[in-house]
């Protein structure tokens, strides 16, 4: 598990913004700690500092994953965000322009 190289961190906070824009910082300096973006197998994982700090005593080949994937970098190195980093990204989420009412098909302006 290692840091994301600067490359990296750029093209996922792209990502991560068109989703969260301006409240990328409240993902990171969380009240309840710090919180970090490591990469695993083109995986990405979103862990607390102090869990981190306690899985450095295991190899990297033994490890499986730590913390929550948040996605992975494609062969062609975009970012693909996988579905269990919603709970993290909804509270942060942009109000949507348009919401489409899924009974009639209608889409409803605000």
């Given at each position: 598990?290692?840091?994301?190289?600067?490359?990296?961190?750029r093209?996922?906070?792209?990502k991560?913004?068109?989703?969260?824009?301006?409240?990328?910082?409240?993902?990171?300096?969380?009240?309840?700690?710090?919180?970090?973006?490591r990469?695993?197998?083109d995986?990405?994982?979103?862990?607390?500092?102090?869990i981190?700090?306690?899985?450095?005593?295991?190899?990297?080949?033994?490890?499986?994953?730590?913390?929550?994937?948040f996605?992975?970098?494609?062969k062609?190195?975009?970012?693909?965000?996988?579905?269990?980093?919603?709970?993290?990204?909804?509270p942060?989420?942009?109000?949507?322009?348009?919401?489409s009412?899924s009974?009639?098909?209608?889409?409803?302006?605000?």
């Amino acid at each position: 598990m290692r840091p994301l190289t600067e490359e990296e961190t750029r093209v996922m906070f792209e990502k991560i913004a068109k989703y969260i824009g301006e409240n990328l910082q409240l993902l990171v300096d969380r009240p309840d700690g710090t919180y970090c973006f490591r990469l695993h197998n083109d995986r990405v994982y979103y862990v607390s500092e102090k869990i981190m700090k306690l899985a450095a005593n295991i190899s990297g080949d033994k490890l499986v994953s730590l913390g929550t994937c948040f996605g992975k970098f494609t062969k062609t190195h975009k970012f693909r965000l996988h579905v269990t980093a919603l709970d993290y990204l909804a509270p942060y989420a942009k109000v949507c322009g348009a919401v489409s009412n899924s009974a009639t098909g209608d889409e409803v302006k605000d």
